[in-house]
């Protein structure tokens, strides 16, 4: 049998850096290692919480003038928070990157100003979010200044989206809404199940876009704004946005419904495609099982496959596996939490077993001490800490949700620091600072 | 408003006693009014554990309810065949069991009368491969398991077209006390506060562990004790036949497939309140790690959802077994003629048992309020079966999936996990015609939200579609929906661990992120009670 010439290189072998998890953090890490020069592998069970959440970036939601200032000032006096390790130029700039890359890719996230203001977006029950960016289509909802009258718009039938339910929320936020369901040109599927990603892909075609607007526009006269369910297309949401609001004659925008998030889809496509054509590697789908560590370096990870692993190598590994949604952080019935791949120290809430992670109500204010306090804690290298509290590793890197600290669902910044954390891990990893 | 009516005999309760006895009442010729002060199932026999009992469970300390339920099993099974899957049961011992134990519950079986088939472990293993290989005995009983909800809907339409009525949402809120003799109940509706007065020439608590308190609205002190149990609903059936523990009754001895889970249970707390659902990380521990002696590998499965109920425990005085706790008390029932314990005519009480032996409840304490009212008709409630399909009315999604890919569902999925359609939705709050309706409401007729999650997609839906039919306001809807959300996470909050953690992370992040719901829903003023 002929040799086979690659059988003794390690798969992987001429990586600088691979990434594990296709989060937000996980794929602004690699395409910045990638735009440094660094030979980049993004290894992942799945995409990302992007998949499942609004669209929007918060970076902190509840500031009501500079954002980024309000930021500096909440990091200054809370020093564990992964702003503060971060450090504030971090954020600017893994912003910055985000949103050049994201444009590039035919994703532009635009601000309400230059001043960084919050923007005022609704949400299908017509409450007010106040994220810093957005997908355009979202970031055409602007609501500053806005007082109606809007048109919100639905599809008869169409089980994700209910117009009429925003009306009254909204008008108390001082908007004035009307709404109305129109009949789709088209159901492919007829029948009982159309979910968010039909209906995108729908949008992708021309002639279907013209006979929706068609079917708009006598609604829409007098209205300053038109609110569809976040699904205008999945290929080229820009042109779709400009096409329908050209026909219909007023500013279209796009507003957050039950996931699968078209505008997370539509991000994760873009970063997969660009990445690709970076010639970094994309594997999702694929399970690491195990981070490999010798002399206090990690050497390899290991990759599920059909009943047998794989070893990776590289030289830095960033480590953005999610916090306890998404397979970061795992958590037992005894009240264990642990992370999985290199059982890196997890920080945990206070008490006995599962006693203080959960409160009364699910929506209560602030929370549950479980999302902001179980998760990694990390250096301003973005070095996961070892029991001894120095670094754990060398040359692993933590970032985004995996961090504790903050509550990703109440405190409005979760976006916000998977960007800055990404964007300090790539600095420190490959020793880009200037 | 202040309406008033008169009926023979007022049926306080609208659980399966409740509903069973308001049923035989109708049929002895005795115009029965049932009133609810929540929906109907909704107190223990809504909160219980699903088994219709061989007896064998208590064929040791408790003959005389191993005997009731024996006989009652079958009974039920023949009224009753769509509320029931007659899944067999079994009962397994462990060498961690007392070896004694095995015999002396055969004799108690053979006493009671409940037919035993003895099995090897092979065979029982064949018969249900998950369960642990580790097994020294095993026996076959005629458990089944079985739908309260289905069970008691069908008394209580049975009940109505013999004439009788009942009405959801009111609660007793006081009896009438004419000297010696209970004459009637001032009614309170629990949604809109509207009072009525209704006069009967007998009222019947059958209150389950609140019986004690209505006792107490005509003066008269009913000495009940409470003791809670807690269950855990896992996401697939595991078994498909019922497996108990054989050995000496103790805390997660029974696994029950019903439907699309297995409910596994339960526990045995003492408490001072009728309504102290509360679920200690020990008893989810317990439960589980109990569950996984018998099934190997169970307690990393998916559990769903967790709930607890409280049994009344009364034992007459003249049992002499005062200071008897939990387990000790004998799960027989009572049945309390006030007139000849207090002189009190016109109030009977009955409680305690179980729910497979409510129409023998109900009989015993319909002969009562029978012999008070001077009716000499008997009992027939154990002949005719009851209106309703004559096979099991299974909650199964293999049947909701099959119609709706014949079409025979038609209209879009709302709930996914549980295969509700928005036909359905529709039709089910058409049938409320103009009185309220909850989304709770909604998902005790149709399943709605009870799936693995737990209502995290198809609330929003079912909110939208709430609003459409009944045209109510934002806000309303907006209470609707956090009430919604609320009582979903009340069942879920003992279990937040591994996937089901993930999953309401994800649908606080619906609710909260998405939604915004949490901007708009009120935060409730009262805490609830016992949290
Ligand atoms: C457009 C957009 C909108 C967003 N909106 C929101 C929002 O509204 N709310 C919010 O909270 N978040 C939102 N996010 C995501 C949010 O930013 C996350 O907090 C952030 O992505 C942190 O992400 P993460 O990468 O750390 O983890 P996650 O996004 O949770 O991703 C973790 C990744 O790691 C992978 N992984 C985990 N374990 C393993 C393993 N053992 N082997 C291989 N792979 C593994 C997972 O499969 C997944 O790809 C949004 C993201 C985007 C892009
Ligand atoms: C943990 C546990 C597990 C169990 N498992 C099983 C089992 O597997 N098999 C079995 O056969 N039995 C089981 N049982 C026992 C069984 O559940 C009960 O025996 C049966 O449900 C009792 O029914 P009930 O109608 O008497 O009481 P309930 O179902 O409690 O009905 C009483 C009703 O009265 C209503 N009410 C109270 N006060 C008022 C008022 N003032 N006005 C109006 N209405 C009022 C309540 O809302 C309630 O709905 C279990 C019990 C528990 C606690």
């Known amino acids: 049998m002929p040799e086979n010439p690659r059988a003794n290189i ?106 960084g203001h919050n923007l005022r977006l609704m949400t299908a029950l017509g409450a007010i979010q106040r994220p810093m960016l957005a997908p355009r289509g979202m970031a055409n909802g602007d609501l500053t200044g806005v007082g109606g009258p809007v048109l919100l718009v639905g599809f008869t039938g169409w089980r994700d989206f209910f117009p009429a339910l925003a009306i009254d929320n909204l008008r108390a936020a001082g908007v004035e809404a009307r709404a109305v369901c129109i009949d789709l040109p088209a159901n492919p599927s007829g029948t009982w199940d159309l979910w968010p990603g039909d209906v995108a892909r729908l949008f992708d075609g021309a002639d279907f876009r013209a006979a929706v607007s068609g079917r708009i526009k006598p609604h829409a006269k007098g209205a300053v704004k038109v609110g569809l369910p976040a699904v205008l297309g999945l290929e080229n949401p820009v042109e779709a946005l400009a096409d329908l609001s050209e026909q219909i004659g007023a500013p279209v925008f796009e507003i957050p419904t039950l996931p699968p998030s078209m505008a997370g889809v539509r991000l994760s496509n873009a970063l997969r495609r660009w990445l690709m054509r970076h010639r970094a590697r994309v594997q999702v789908g694929h399970p690491v099982v ?98 001894d509290g120095g670094p754990a590793l060398e040359n692993v890197y933590a970032v985004g949700h995996l961090l504790a600290g903050f509550n990703p669902l109440t405190d409005g910044c979760a976006e916000g620091i998977a960007l800055a954390t990404a964007y300090k891990a790539v600095q420190t990893a490959l020793q880009l600072d200037e | 408003m202040n309406t008033s009516h008169s009926v023979d005999v007022l049926v306080v309760g609208g659980g399966a006693t409740g509903a069973a006895a308001a049923y035989d009442l109708a049929r002895r010729g005795m115009r029965p009014l049932l009133v609810e002060q929540l929906d109907l199932s909704t107190g223990t026999s809504g909160r219980y554990h699903g088994l219709l009992h061989s007896g064998g469970r208590y064929a040791v300390r408790d003959l005389e309810t191993a005997a009731e339920c024996i006989v009652e099993n079958q009974v039920l099974r023949r009224i009753a065949p769509f509320a029931i899957e007659d899944t067999g049961g079994l009962f397994i011992a462990t060498p961690d069991d007392p070896a004694d134990f095995p015999e002396r519950w055969l004799a108690g079986c053979r006493t009671a009368g409940i037919p035993t088939e003895s099995i090897t472990a092979a065979q029982a293993r064949t018969q249900e491969p998950a369960l642990t290989p580790r097994i020294t005995a095993a026996y076959r009983v005629p458990d089944g398991s079985c739908d309260s909800f289905d069970l008691i809907h069908a008394f209580v339409e049975a009940t109505r077209a013999l004439g009788g009525d009942a009405l959801i949402y009111h609660r007793v809120r006081d009896l009438i006390r004419e000297g010696d003799a209970v004459v009637g109940a001032h009614l309170e509706d629990t949604r809109t506060g509207e009072r009525r007065t209704v006069s009967a020439a007998c009222v019947l608590n059958a209150a389950g562990p609140w019986a004690g308190v209505v006792a107490g609205l005509a003066g008269l002190d009913v000495g009940i004790k409470f003791d809670r149990g807690a269950m855990i609903a896992m996401n697939t059936r595991w078994v498909n036949t019922i497996v108990n523990r054989l050995r000496p009754a103790d805390d997660g001895d029974i696994l ?101 032996t409510c129409r023998l409840m109900a009989e015993q304490a319909v002969d009562v309020v029978a012999a008070q009212l001077g009716n000499e008709a008997r009992c027939t409630t154990a002949g005719d079966p009851l209106p309703g399909p004559h096979a099991p009315r299974y909650h199964q999604l293999g049947g909701r999936l099959h119609k709706l890919e014949h079409g025979e569902l038609p209209g879009e999925l709302i709930c996914e996990c549980e295969m509700v359609t928005r036909a359905q939705l529709e039709a089910a709050i058409d049938a409320y015609g103009d009185q309220p309706v909850a989304l709770d409401d909604l998902r005790r007729d149709l399943r709605l939200g009870m799936g693995p999650c737990q209502a995290g997609f198809c609330s929003y839906r079912a909110a939208g579609i709430l609003q459409q039919k009944k045209g109510h306001t934002g806000p309303d809807t907006v209470e609707a929906f956090g009430a919604f959300v609320d009582e979903r996470f009340r069942g879920v909050r003992p279990l937040l661990w591994g996937h089901q953690l993930r999953q309401m992370y994800l649908d606080e992040l619906i609710y909260r992120r998405t939604l915004g719901l949490d901007q708009l829903a009120e935060q409730p003023t009262e805490e609830p009670a016992h949290a």
């Not at chain 1, 890490?29 to 980049?40: F, H, K, M, P």
């Not at chain 1, 929007?56 to 909440?74: L, N, P, Q, T």
């Not at chain 2, 339960?266 to 002696?293: C, F, G, M, N, Q």
Request: include cysteine; charged fraction near 20%.
């Open chain 1, 290 to 387: 195990r981070g490999v560590v010798a002399n206090g370096r990690c050497t390899h990870v290991e990759v599920g496959a059909l009943g047998h692993t794989n070893p990776f190598y590289a030289d830095q590994f960033i480590l953005a596996t999610g916090g306890l949604y998404n397979g970061g952080i795992l958590s037992d019935e005894t009240g264990r939490l642990w992370e999985p791949l290199f059982d890196l120290p997890v920080a945990t809430p206070p008490g006995d077993g599962r006693e203080g992670w959960y409160g009364e109500r699910l929506l209560q204010e602030r929370g549950h001490p479980i999302h902001r306090l179980a998760g990694l804690r990390a250096n301003k290298q973005m070095q996961p800490l070892g029991q």
């Open chain 1, 10 to 115: 390690p798969p992987g072998a001429g990586t600088d850096v691979i990434v594990i998890g296709a989060g937000l953090a996980g794929l602004m890490a690699a395409a910045q290692a990638t735009q440094a020069g660094a030979r980049v592998r993004v290894i992942a069970n799945g995409w990302g919480q992007q998949i499942v959440s609004p669209g929007w970036i918060s970076v902190c939601d509840r500031a009501d003038d500079d954002v980024i200032a309000e930021v500096r000032g909440y990091a200054a006096i809370h020093p564990d928070h992964p702003y503060a390790l971060a450090e504030d130029d971090a954020m600017v700039r893994g912003i910055e990157a985000f949103r050049n890359v994201a444009q590039q890719n035919g994703q532009p996230y635009d601000m309400r100003d230059k001043d």
């Open chain 2, 256 to 356: 029950v497939p019903v439907g699309t889970v297995c409910v596994l249970g339960t526990t045995s707390v003492h408490t001072d309140h009728p309504d102290d659902y509360r679920i200690e990380a020990w008893e989810v521990s317990k439960i589980l790690s109990e569950a996984d002696v018998v099934v190997p590998g169970i307690r990393h499965g998916r559990a769903l959802r967790a709930w607890a109920g409280v049994r009344p425990l009364y034992e007459p005085p003249e049992a002499g077994h005062d200071d008897a706790e939990g387990r000790e008390v004998k799960r027989t029932f009572s049945v309390i003629d006030h007139a000849q314990r207090d002189g009190v005519r016109g109030l009977v009480t009955v409680v305690g048992g179980k729910l497979t």
